[in-house]
């Protein structure tokens, strides 16, 4: 609380004192009139006692007895601070003002203007809170001058004025720490967290830093800094300096409310850096001082030291501990059955790992990594010699393997090699070769390799030649891939050349006088360098290539390569510029592009905001006779749009799409399986929503709604607008199963939290609190990120200030002392 101390005349105090053994009465009968000296000393008496309530009341009759009497102000005074104490909030504001008109210029103002503001502060009236606050930036005592700085900030937050809250806190928590300022380190918090929200983590950390390792920090602010910078070391890979960190938290707070948490992070630190047997012993003394309590996660992280060093006899226990325990939740227990198949395969107890993994994909059909385990399987049958039992499983892998599966190569590698003992060449190749040409395939290219491999080893030399030749013409973007073929090629080709003496060759032409062609030469160079993975010597000689006389002839193939060389030494801004030079050329003379390539470089250009060149793109693949492209080119031209705040232009160009669609004028490759036109009038149902034209926004999302096999993610998007609309009209009772849905029925990483967030202010408006408290720490769980983005939202912040999650932010005091 704010200091409440005040100054009497020296007579007064020695009244106070006199009478301080005495009998206290109530409030004075007409025969027992007080006169003002013993009326005020009364009342001091029963203040000195703690009475606040009897106080209170002596003290009013002592301000409307004596109105005038010098000792009124400090009876009023004190009457104010027995109201306040008691909570009496509206009568204690009553009566600041009734003081604050009657003696403007006294003493006490400071400290009445701090508990003004205080209460309009926490009655969420930050103008007027913010006003008072402001009146004190000046006051010649620097700790009443900082502590309406510091809330002035919070006003400001409230509010919504993130960058001037940030400003204030920043000029408060640059002082140097003392004993007598408090708010100096809160200040500086707030700067950390603010820093923290808007993905400045670095910045961040500094100050985290700075908390963390000062003189006069709060403890809680000190150990929630020193775990918030030790994360941000975590996350940017410097295990071993945020392992220093957690272990100084756990020096310093041993009972801390971080402290378990950091106990934890601090093996997995260890862990993520190889450093297997600290993180084990780090593991045991856990269990030491935590007893028989069993905590899945730091099991798992226990398990997790085992195996990496290779303790899989040891580690097998633990995850299967782990897996029975009923407490553990669902996915841990999925992982510990997982860890299971990986210790038993590398014990070379193979008929249990077929039996585990067996097990498991039973048990988790669904699970991501289910076709690992099939390949796991595969390899332990092979192990065992039972190739024509591998094969299935193998297959089974590459059948339910989704993404860029880690294990692809090397699965096909073991088909392939169980094809090879069961010498069923000839199946292998056809197999493989199927596979390269259908659509859904993430590497056709490495498939038509093995292709030309098992056609080799089955005599089909024709066959296998066309494969090779097939994957250098239609993937030369593909360089493992197109290295491998031309290794091949060259054995096939010229005595088992190899790409090294191809690169011999090409040096020695272009050391003779009388080639022609150096360009040429030059770029073929940089092609097999990049092929060789010599990404530095490729782009030398490529960039060589387009200096000579015949770049014209190489520019658009050599400026590919030299482009993809440069996003392999990750020189992505060198590479972009390239690309812009491609782009510059006329569309007739560019390269074919392939689709897949225009859409990264798109993405890449529009995540640098270079909307130009995105939208350049974009405008380019519209110009596709594929369907497909031209859709897929529409939706994202209209997010450029968009970003460009060129809201009306999408708008315009979307209900073109849509125009178009209905009337059958975009035709597609795959016609069963076309886009939905609702897809694109959910679009621009949000972009309605957002240009205030909410009936069209509600027509437009009843209509998605209303269609049958539309995706989840576009229902999801027209939900969140229908509950936003019906919000803003004051229909919170239609809105609420709109939003409610947005998350239930779906985990969409946009508008599931944008649901929640809807939801928690329909509840507030509906008065159910609790559901409201609910919800958002579901949303602090489930999508931390935006979490952090609404935290301060005025509907949002009273709910993250009584949410007591261990990893809230440390809170100020409300009512400094």
Request: net charge negative; proline share 5%.
């Amino acid at each position: 609380m704010i200091p409440c101390q005040t100054s009497l005349p020296k007579a007064v105090a020695l009244m106070v004192l006199l009478l301080g053994a005495g009998t206290l009465f109530a409030q004075p009968t007409q025969t027992d009139v007080l006169g003002p000296e013993e009326q005020i000393n009364f009342a001091e008496g029963n203040y000195q006692r703690k009475f606040y309530d009897l106080a209170a009341k002596e003290y009013r009759y002592f301000v409307e007895r004596y109105p005038d009497h010098e000792l009124a102000p400090h009876a009023m005074f004190r009457l104010i601070v027995c109201l306040r104490t008691l909570g009496r909030t509206d009568e204690t504001f009553s009566t600041i003002n009734q003081f604050q008109a009657k003696w403007p210029d006294h003493e006490s103002s400071t400290r009445l203007f701090l508990w003004k503001g205080e209460i309009l502060f926490n009655q969420e009236r930050y103008e007027p809170a913010a006003a008072c606050f402001r009146r004190l930036l000046l006051n010649e005592d620097s700790k009443n001058q900082e502590t309406a700085q510091y809330f002035l900030a919070q006003c400001h937050s409230r509010t919504g004025h993130e960058d001037l809250a940030l400003q204030t806190y920043a000029a408060l928590g640059a002082k140097p720490f003392d004993a007598e300022h408090i708010y100096r380190p809160y200040a500086l918090f707030a700067v950390a967290v603010g820093h923290q929200r808007r993905d400045r983590f670095a910045e961040a950390a500094k100050l985290f830093q700075r908390l963390a390792t000062e003189d006069h920090v709060p403890d809680p602010v000190r150990e929630e800094a020193m775990y918030r910078w030790a994360e941000f070391e975590f996350s940017s890979q410097r295990h071993e300096q945020a392992a220093k960190i957690y272990a100084d938290m756990q020096e310093r707070y041993p009972a801390g409310v971080f402290s378990r948490e950091a106990g934890k992070r601090r093996i997995w630190a260890h862990n993520a850096m190889g450093q297997y047997a600290r993180a084990i012993e780090l593991a045991r003394a856990w269990f030491t001082k935590y007893g028989n309590e069993f905590d899945y996660e730091i099991e798992y992280v226990y398990g997790a030291a085992l195996t990496g060093s290779e303790a899989f006899a040891e580690a097998l226990p633990v995850f299967r501990k782990i897996a029975d325990a009923p407490q553990t939740p669902a996915e841990y227990s999925r992982m510990a059955r997982f860890q299971e198949v990986v210790c038993l395969l590398n014990l070379r107890r193979h008929p249990e790992t077929v039996a585990a993994a067996d097990a498991y994909v039973d048990a988790f059909p669904g699970a991501a990594d289910v076709a690992t385990v099939y390949a796991f399987a595969g390899q332990a049958l092979m192990a065992e010699g039972k190739h024509g039992e591998a094969v299935p499983r193998l297959r089974k892998a590459l059948d339910t393997a989704v993404g860029e599966w880690p294990y692809y190569e090397s699965t096909n590698l073991f088909l392939a090699e169980a094809l090879d003992k069961l010498e069923r060449y000839a199946e292998a190749a056809v197999l493989q070769r199927r596979l390269a040409g259908e659509k859904g395939v993430e590497n056709p290219a490495y498939f038509l390799v093995k292709a030309g491999e098992s056609h080799a080893k089955a005599g089909d030399t024709t066959a296998a030649v066309a494969d090779f030749e097939g994957v250098v013409e239609r993937f030369p973007d593909r360089a493992d891939e197109v290295k491998a073929a031309m290794f091949h090629l060259t054995q096939l080709y010229a005595e088992r050349k190899e790409y090294p003496r191809a690169e011999t060759l090409v040096k020695t032409l272009l050391e003779r006088q009388d080639v022609s062609g150096r360009g040429r030469l030059l770029a073929f160079l940089g092609f097999v360098c990049y092929q060789q993975d010599k990404f530095t010597e490729a782009k030398t000689h490529l960039q060589a290539a387009l200096a000579t006389p015949e770049a014209g002839a190489v520019r658009a193939n050599a400026s590919f390569y030299l482009a993809a060389a440069h996003l392999e030494l990750e020189e992505t801004d060198e590479a972009l510029r390239v690309f812009r030079e491609v782009l510059a050329l006329p569309p007739a003379e560019r390269p074919p592009f392939p689709e897949d390539l225009l859409f990264r470089l798109d993405a890449l250009y529009y995540a640098r905001g270079q909307y130009a060149e995105s939208e350049e793109i974009a405008r380019w693949l519209l110009q596709r006779e594929v369907g497909e492209t031209v859709y897929r080119a529409s939706l994202r031209l209209s997010d450029i749009l968009v970003a460009r705040n060129q809201i009306p232009a999408a708008r315009e160009m979307l209900e073109q799409l849509l125009r178009k669609l209905t009337a059958g004028e975009i035709l597609f490759a795959d016609p069963a399986n076309a886009p939905m036109r609702e897809e694109v009038r959910a679009v621009l149902g949000e972009i309605y929503f957002r240009l205030g034209q909410n009936d069209r926004a509600v027509e437009a999302m009843e209509a998605c709604l209303n269609t049958a096999g539309l995706g989840l993610e576009f229902k999801t998007r027209a939900r969140w607008v229908l509950a936003e609309v019906l919000l803003q009209e004051g229909e919170p009772q239609r809105a609420l199963p709109y939003a409610v849905r947005c998350f239930l029925l779906a985990r969409d990483p946009v508008y599931s939290p944008r649901g929640m967030h809807c939801a928690i202010r329909i509840f507030l408006k509906l008065g159910n609190e609790e559901n409201a408290l609910d919800t958002w720490r579901d949303l602090r769980k489930t999508y931390p990120a935006y979490a952090a983005q609404v935290r301060n939202d005025p509907a949002i912040a009273p709910l993250a200030a009584k949410d007591a999650a261990p990893n809230g932010a440390a809170e100020a005091p409300r009512n400094p002392e």
